[in-house]
């Protein structure tokens, strides 16, 4: 998870000015967590507290209302709504709140089922619901050492996303774009052709787009998979959050494990 907390915050910055380079400040000027860390928190504290995924949601986002780069339209319209129901979105914010399901449940059937329900209180679209899944499940199957060419041909069979190509064709044209769909497949991009934690996260600046959001998902990837967080970017990273939250997060470090 807490990679996925770490790539929100390098990314916070380029969201809106994109930087299509691998090379830049891990930390730049201005950095912050933003509503991905906030939602990823909540997932966490959900699934330690056996909880409602909606109340949950709704919470945290009331109690972080002034959040860098704020809550996409619709979602902001529902966390101040009282309704409690979905409004079938297949925006990329159930993809990118999802990691700690992916940490904290063992089997494929139930990180499945657990991803769906994260994302169906409010991304209850088929799309939504599909890059949930596909997030948890390549997560998953990091921490259980599959390969990336493993990993690859289970989320091209089970999602259908094209992974083929390659950063540098998808670099010149990839725009910002705020759905699954054309997100989430990008991500996993980033993550397939790293080398580190930390190249994961500056393959997924390097694209642009949706900088925050695209490089929380690749992160969590590549925090599976590359057996934790470095420690002096972890020590970094935490460093942004409030109590509240690091309380959170070292609770859910120490009962899943990874750095």
């Known amino acids: ?136 499940v390549a997560i998953l199957l990091a921490r259980k050492k599959k390969s990336k060419e493993q990993i690859k041909e289970q989320i091209v069979n089970s999602f259908g996303y094209d992974l083929n190509r390659t950063l540098d064709e998808i670099r010149p044209i990839y725009k910002f774009n705020e759905s699954c769909q054309e997100t989430v497949p990008e991500a996993i991009i980033a993550f397939l052709e790293s080398t580190s934690f930390e190249d994961a996260i500056r393959n997924a600046i390097s694209l642009g787009g949706d900088s925050d959001t695209l490089t929380c998902i690749t992160g969590g990837i590549a925090e599976a998979f590359y057996g934790g967080v470095p420690k002096n970017i972890a020590k970094k990273a935490l460093d942004y959050l409030p109590p509240t939250m690091l309380e959170v997060v070292e609770e859910f470090r120490e009962k899943y494990g990874l750095c």
């Open 1 to 136: 998870m807490l990679g996925s907390i770490v790539g929100d915050i390098v990314g916070s910055i380029y969201e809106f000015n994109n930087h299509r380079s691998k090379e830049f400040p891990l930390f730049g000027d201005g950095c912050e967590f933003t509503d991905d860390t906030v939602l990823t928190v909540a997932i966490a504290d959900c699934i330690m507290g056996e909880g409602d995924y909606a109340q949950y949601i709704k919470q945290y986002a009331r109690e972080n209302s002034t959040v860098k780069g704020g809550y996409g339209g619709r979602f902001a319209g529902w966390i101040e709504s009282e309704s409690m129901e979905p409004y079938n979105s297949w925006g990329n914010g159930s993809a990118m709140r999802v990691s700690a399901v992916g940490f904290a449940f063992n089997t494929l059937p139930l990180v499945l089922a657990e991803a769906k329900k994260s994302a169906e209180v409010t991304h209850n679209h088929p799309e939504g619901i599909k890059g949930a899944q596909a997030t948890a």
